[in-house]
């Protein structure tokens, strides 16, 4: 019993001398191969995304092609142009592509033990992007040389998915609206605590239709939701609004929000909510593209208000009070 014991013991102490050895030997990250764990929704990934990209620029590492995919796994690639995103990063990587396709390497145990420059990262991705946004919101400025500026530039859909974004908006999209009202949405806005009176986290789709006049005179209406869309289509009906949609079953569901999201990057007026990184991150990418950005949230005082803080802010009034300046 005692050599049991005994024997337990020394194999937790050199199982713990063999982490301790592994993380200093790979504190550095210079010429390393990352392999990064997204996680949440698409745009909590891309968050995920944005500072993977951030820490192989800085310690000029590189990342391995990380998975998307809500209910089931995909590749980067199989959403995002690959050779597009490593064209436009190289221009801030020494003409280096950044991300190495899947295929390119084959990832295993033996693998990893044998090359050293093969390494899981352990720095919490999403963390380290939320302690940038704090600095950000609390600052009110953001630095056109952030990492997630980079990012955002460097997306584009593969061109099948990028041709169903052209096709939607062949003939021109006036207001585009993202609808919060999927089951988990409801759970999250019974837990979000929130201390402004005039904020709401979930808004009935009644209300953002009876709010929708005071932002465009047209009835024409795309939306996009994760759920219940033929619901929402007859709810618009009901309400004398032509509306539109995109959800192809037969694609995963990140593919799906992915061409969502470029759908209302472009569209003439987006809708959304602030306490959505969703809409905020559409918001995002609106106020960087567009010269005349008209980004509204429609979750604070049963009215819809312009966006002035480039999608950064997730407390409604913030949203509408705080400029965010780009130096």
Not at 72 to 80: A, G, M, N, Q
Not at 119 to 125: A, G, R, T
Not at 246 to 257: G, M, P, Q, T, V
Request: proline share 1%; aromatic share 12%; with cysteine.
């Amino acid at each position: 019993m005692i050599t049991k014991c005994y024997t337990i013991r020394i194999k937790k102490n050199i199982h713990k001398i063999r982490l301790y050895t592994i993380k200093k030997l790979f504190r550095n990250y210079k010429n390393k191969y990352l392999i990064v764990t997204l996680k949440g929704g698409l745009c909590n990934k891309l968050h995920c995304l944005f500072s993977a990209c951030d820490i192989a620029l800085k310690k000029k590492a590189y990342i391995v092609e990380p998975y998307f995919g809500w209910n089931s796994k995909i590749l980067f690639s199989d959403i995002y142009d690959i050779e597009y995103f490593n064209e436009v990063m190289s221009k801030h990587y020494s003409n280096k592509n950044i991300m190495i396709p899947k295929d390119k390497i084959k990832i295993n145990k033996f693998l990893k033990f044998l090359n050293l420059k093969l390494i899981d990262n352990d720095i919490d991705l999403w963390n380290y992007s939320e302690k940038e946004l704090e600095i950000e919101r609390k600052s009110g400025m953001l630095s056109s040389e952030s990492t997630k500026l980079k990012v955002l530039e460097a997306l584009k859909l593969k061109p099948k998915y990028e041709n169903i974004v052209k096709e939607y908006l062949l003939n021109g999209i006036e207001t585009a609206i993202q609808i919060r009202t999927e089951s988990d949405w409801k759970k999250h806005a019974e837990f979000l605590e929130i201390s402004d009176q005039k904020e709401s986290v979930l808004v009935s789709l009644d209300k953002i239709i009876s709010m929708l006049s005071t932002v465009s005179k047209s009835k024409n209406i795309f939306f996009t939701s994760g759920e219940n869309h033929q619901e929402i289509i007859n709810y618009f009906k009901k309400k004398n609004y032509s509306c539109n949609y995109f959800f192809d079953s037969k694609l995963e569901y990140e593919i799906n929000a992915a061409i969502n999201f470029e759908i209302c990057s472009r569209a003439s007026f987006f809708i959304g909510n602030s306490r959505s990184s969703y809409s905020n991150l559409i918001s995002l990418k609106r106020a960087l593209r567009l010269s005349t950005d008209k980004s509204f949230i429609y979750n604070y005082g049963n009215e819809i208000h312009l966006r002035i803080d480039k999608g950064l802010q997730t407390t409604a009034l913030e949203s509408i009070s705080k400029k965010t300046i780009v130096y």
